[in-house]
């Protein structure tokens, strides 16, 4: 109970004209974690006044923000570097509220397709030709050139949504199948 009233208290005082006092009760926020994200965009909603609203976008900006952080450093103490994990925490940056397992699915889609053409009497000029075949002509991937104002052509989840993408997407997608192709695995 307490704990409500203190948010009540922190959420009014967001919109307080002293850097200072911004400063602090925005800390004191950011250290309530994702699950204030809620209150926060219910007060944005709320809020006619633009500055507040800028004000409750950063703090959300900074919850996610640290929270993918902490998911990156939990990535990289695992020991094993996932790719698909790595990719999907980057696209992450931009979608926050990313969820892996239909991105996975997708994936495991494609592989599985490609994985039924191989076989172990192919050349691996003939691999590879089947491997290109499936995923540029039957799936339809396209490519475009690196354009870094586009952000979501990096991005695996857009990448695999819009079925086009720049070399660095592509490529990721690429190596993520070739890993898995020869030797499927459950789940990507």
């Not at 698909?84 to 509220?97: E, H, I, N, R, T």
């Not at 969820?99 to 192919?122: D, T």
């Amino acid at each position: 109970m307490d704990s409500t009233r203190e948010i009540s208290a922190l959420l009014q005082l967001i919109d307080d004209p002293d850097q200072e006092v911004f400063d602090a009760v925005s800390q004191k926020i950011v250290d309530y974690g994702k699950p204030i994200i809620a209150n926060l965009e219910h007060l944005w909603e709320n809020s006619p006044d633009s500055h507040t609203q800028e004000r409750i976008e950063t703090l959300i900006h900074r919850l996610h923000y640290r929270d993918l952080t902490e998911d990156f450093h939990q990535w990289n103490v695992a020991g094993h570097h996932d790719l698909v994990v790595g990719a999907l925490l980057a696209s992450k940056f931009m979608y926050p509220d990313l969820a892996f397992a239909p991105v996975r699915h997708e994936i495991e889609k494609v592989r599985r397709n490609i994985w039924l053409e191989l076989n172990n009497y192919l050349t691996p000029l003939e691999q590879i030709n089947i491997f290109t075949s499936i995923l540029y002509s039957y799936y339809g991937l396209k490519g475009n050139e690196i354009n870094y104002k586009e952000p979501n052509e990096f991005m695996l989840n857009k990448l695999l949504e819009a079925k086009r993408g720049n070399q660095i997407g592509n490529g990721i997608l690429y190596l993520l199948l070739l890993r898995n192709a020869r030797y499927p695995r459950k789940g990507c």
